[in-house]
């Protein structure tokens, strides 16, 4: 059974930087990669960033483009997201989670089958 923990989530002021990880256990009998998504409160999960498992295709939201980097270390079993110039509408709980399938859309939550639990960030003005 897969697990996946994410952490390095906190409070930070506008302009500073997070780095989250999501250090992935569990057998597998396949790996499609991972993504990560958030969700702010009172709005719906949207997705973030997306890799898959030799990083050979990575995926944005094209609105955090050049300020959200994804990347992992397959040594260590986790997936990062870092995170540059972050805004107080970042605020929200990041979640990382395991792609279900090799068809599966990248872009959309219906695509994953495992989450973690989230790790929460907050911007402040």
């Known amino acids: 059974q897969v697990q996946l923990v994410e952490s390095g989530g906190g409070l930070v002021q506008a302009g500073g930087s997070l780095r989250l990880s999501c250090a992935v256990s569990g057998r597998t009998f396949a790996n499609y990669g991972e993504g990560w998504f958030r969700q702010a409160p009172g709005k719906e999960r949207e997705f973030v960033a997306a890799i898959t498992w030799n990083a050979d295709g990575i995926y944005y939201a094209e609105s955090l483009k050049g300020r959200f980097t994804i990347s992992r270390d397959n040594a260590k079993n986790t997936v990062y997201l870092q995170m540059n110039s972050l805004k107080p509408e970042d605020t929200a709980v990041y979640y990382c989670?395991?792609?279900?399938?090799?068809?599966?859309?990248?872009?959309?939550?219906?695509?994953?089958?495992?989450w973690g639990q989230g790790t929460q960030v907050t911007v402040s003005s």
């Open positions: 989670a395991k792609r279900s399938g090799f068809y599966s859309d990248f872009r959309s939550s219906g695509g994953y089958g495992t």
